[in-house]
Nanobody, 124 residues
Framework: VQLVESGGDSVQAGGSLRLSCAAS???????????MGWFRQVPGKGREGFAA???????HYADSVKGRFTISKDNAKNTLYLQMHSLTPEDAGMYYC????????????????WGRGTQVTVSS
């Protein structure tokens, strides 16, 4: 499984961004059944999960992003998205997408497949 994030940029506070995560999976694997998540990491801290999307359409969010961020999957394109609005400097960091076929799905479960990240900078 390969995950490649894109869409990171430098924006002003209050702005919006949409991140993408393109997934490549081995033939015969059903990516649509996997749990997918978005994580953020800032220097000196570990990766923090804040959004996850399950195969049944269920989504999970950390309180810090509820109402501002939306996670979605396009199974036909094997792509995961993260739409972010009302960005604040506290949202800045390296954003990673992650995937795992296991259950349960959520923001605090183990993920075994990771992308390399895309940088988001938010200026005040």
């Amino acid at each position: 499984v390969q995950l490649v994030e894109s869409g990171g940029d430098s924006v002003q506070a209050g702005g919006s961004l949409r991140l993408s995560c393109a997934a490549s999976v081995a033939s015969g694997w059903s990516w649509s059944t996997w749990c997918m998540g978005w994580f953020r990491q800032v220097p000196g801290k570990g990766r923090e999960g804040f959004a996850a999307a399950d195969s049944d359409g269920a989504t999970h969010y950390a309180d810090s992003v509820k109402g501002r961020f939306t996670i979605s999957k396009d199974n036909a394109k094997n792509t995961l998205y993260l739409q972010m609005h009302s960005l604040t400097p506290e949202d800045a960091g390296m954003y990673y997408c992650a995937a795992d076929p296991g259950r349960p799905c959520g923001i605090a479960v183990e993920y075994n497949y990771w992308g390399r990240g895309t940088q988001v900078t938010v200026s005040s």
